[in-house]
């Protein structure tokens, strides 16, 4: 990478108030522009053993916020958003998303977030043929990922996004190729026929009480949604819990292992990282697979202090 | 020629002074016994004064000459010899060779077999196959296929498939909750959904 030189050799005057107040704003205008602003535009999406290339269609009129999300290359996996909420999608592309309220929306908070990240303004860049302003996000420890953003200086939309790893590999890339702010029609962000209206599983009523919770979890993330699914494979119930810090996001699932002798696993795919660890219960083993855009240190660090208890932590 | 020039020149030769007119005169003198011994004399002279062991009757110039001559006519069975001795030759340099290569190849094996076998040691927990070492595993991750290298049985009880029928799963539950069950507005979690589903 070259990015990390740059950030050494900026660094001295980047720690200038007068720079973080600017990428504080900058911040702050991304986190109002993303559900204000009307545009298309085409991106690509690299990461380790994948790269796609979509079209985005967003329509915001008054509160109501559409948007279209459409695969380029490969198969034709597309999607309809309408506040928030999946219209219509293609097969398999939400198969997995329940309807529910998560108990905390995720949004970007800029208060919360400087705690966990610091934001510096690296300086001027283009991305898309327009202006942008490059921004380094950085974490205060190492349980999470730095990133690059690229705001449009226009929109303050983020043009651009690199996730970087400790050492400043480069894990993932989303960039706009092509972007046009406003003159969205209504006929842009409707579905196409393969777009097929989405039967969201209903949340169940009862409070699913889950028995359990975490150890230890990097400072900042927070319980954000926890559910209860068959799984895919058995008739076992398995618990689902999902972390967040504001940015990154974990998901930790246990499944009773009923007697199967199974050995531990890891896996990445790009910044998404998987641990299962067997941990050993009173009611027999479980199979805890923490999967989340953290490294992987941390991911087995949650995966061993998962616990099974009564005195759930946050909820 | 007079004796003394002859002996001069001999010196000369001795003391590696001598020029090529000397050289030639002592050289052409080669068949005079009597010059032989005068430079057998100066031989020793020479290796006492610098303290060297010699043995002063060791001619080696007469004993080859002798040898030479009362070597028999072979000269025909000469050249098969000289065959199998360069087939000797060759076969020394590429038993060599081979020894060499082997050696390096034994090297090598050691040198990354450490590593294997103490990862082994450290972590034998890893038996199902690393996503990130390459795209044939991660058609593992697509339901209905199996990776040609991550599929070993079908058993229901081998861990390679218990987190098979699983992780996929898991992965699309987690991607796709992040881009459309919290609410975010951003394309990248949709993105990172729609790469998961990818061949």
């Given at each position: 990478?070259?990015?990390?030189?740059?950030?050494?050799?900026?660094?001295?005057?980047?720690?200038?108030?007068?720079?973080?107040?600017?990428?504080?704003?900058?911040?702050?205008?991304?986190?109002?522009?993303?559900?204000?602003?009307?545009?298309?535009?085409?991106?690509?999406?690299?990461?380790?053993?994948?790269?796609?290339?979509?079209?985005?269609?967003?329509?915001?009129?008054?509160?109501?916020?559409?948007?279209?999300?459409?695969?380029?290359?490969?198969?034709?996996?597309?999607?309809?958003?309408?506040?928030?909420?999946?219209?219509?999608?293609?097969?398999?592309?939400?198969?997995?998303?329940?309807?529910?309220?998560?108990?905390?929306?995720?949004?970007?908070?800029?208060?919360?977030?400087?705690?966990?990240?610091?934001?510096?303004?690296?300086?001027?860049?283009?991305?898309?043929?327009?202006?942008?302003?490059?921004?380094?996000?950085?974490?205060?420890?190492?349980?999470?990922?730095?990133?690059?953003?690229?705001?449009?200086?226009?929109?303050?939309?983020?043009?651009?996004?690199?996730?970087?790893?400790?050492?400043?590999?480069?894990?993932?890339?989303?960039?706009f190729t092509h972007f046009t702010p406003g003159s969205v029609e209504p006929a842009d962000v409707e579905g196409g026929a393969d777009c097929e209206p989405v039967s969201l599983a209903v949340e169940q009523k009862e409070l699913t009480s889950t028995k359990w919770r975490s150890d230890w979890l990097p400072d900042g993330f927070q319980l954000i949604d926890s559910d209860v699914r068959p799984s895919p494979a058995s008739k076992e119930p398995v618990t689902w819990l999902s972390y967040s810090d504001g940015i990154a996001r974990v998901s930790v699932f246990i499944e009773p292992l009923d007697g199967a002798v199974v050995e531990d696993a890891r896996s990445q795919m790009g910044p998404t990282v998987a641990v299962s660890k067997r941990i050993s219960t009173a009611g027999g083993d479980v199979m805890v697979t923490v999967i989340g855009e953290i490294p992987l240190g941390t991911a087995e660090r949650i995966a061993l202090s998962m616990r099974a208890g009564a005195d759930q932590a946050s909820q | 020629m007079s004796r003394e020039a002859l002996h001069e020149s001999l010196s000369a030769v001795m003391d590696n002074e001598a020029d090529e007119l000397e050289l030639r005169r002592v050289l052409s003198a080669e068949s005079d016994s009597e010059m032989r011994s005068t430079w057998s004399r100066y031989q020793i002279a020479r290796a006492a004064m610098h303290k060297e062991l010699i043995e002063p009757r060791l001619d080696i110039a007469s004993a080859v000459s002798a040898a030479l001559a009362e070597e028999p006519e072979i000269t025909a069975v000469k050249p098969q010899r000289f065959a199998w001795r360069n087939v000797g030759r060759l076969a020394v340099a590429a038993s060599v060779t081979v020894a060499v290569l082997a050696g390096v190849r034994l090297y090598n094996q050691s040198e990354v077999a450490g590593p294997q076998i103490a990862q082994q040691a450290a972590q034998p927990s890893i038996a199902v196959p690393q996503v990130s070492q390459g795209p044939a595993v991660l058609a593992g991750y697509s339901e209905g296929t199996v990776a040609p290298g991550a599929q070993v049985t079908g058993a229901e009880g081998s861990p390679e498939s218990w987190h098979e029928k699983r992780l996929p799963a898991y992965v699309r539950q987690h991607a796709q909750q992040a881009a459309f069950g919290s609410g975010s507005e951003s394309a990248l979690p949709y993105a990172r959904a729609a790469s998961m589903e990818d061949r």
């Open positions: 990478m070259r990015v990390i030189p740059l950030f050494v050799v900026l660094g001295g005057w980047l720690s200038m108030p007068a720079f973080a107040a600017e990428a504080d704003l900058l911040m702050q205008r991304l986190a109002d522009a993303e559900k204000k602003q009307s545009y298309q535009g085409t991106f690509v999406y690299e990461r380790n053993g994948s790269f796609s290339s979509h079209a985005v269609w967003q329509l915001v009129d008054g509160q109501q916020s559409r948007e279209r999300l459409l695969q380029l290359d490969g198969p034709a996996a597309e999607v309809v958003i309408l506040n928030g909420k999946i219209q219509c999608a293609t097969e398999d592309m939400a198969s997995q998303v329940r309807e529910a309220t998560p108990w905390r929306q995720h949004q970007l908070e800029l208060e919360a977030l400087s705690k966990w990240y610091s934001f510096q303004v690296i300086g001027e860049s283009r991305v898309a043929g327009r202006p942008t302003v490059a921004l380094a996000v950085r974490p205060r420890d190492q349980h999470r990922y730095g990133f690059e953003l690229h705001l449009d200086r226009e929109t303050s939309l983020p043009l651009k996004s690199l996730l970087l790893d400790e050492s400043g590999q480069l894990l993932e890339r989303f960039q | -």
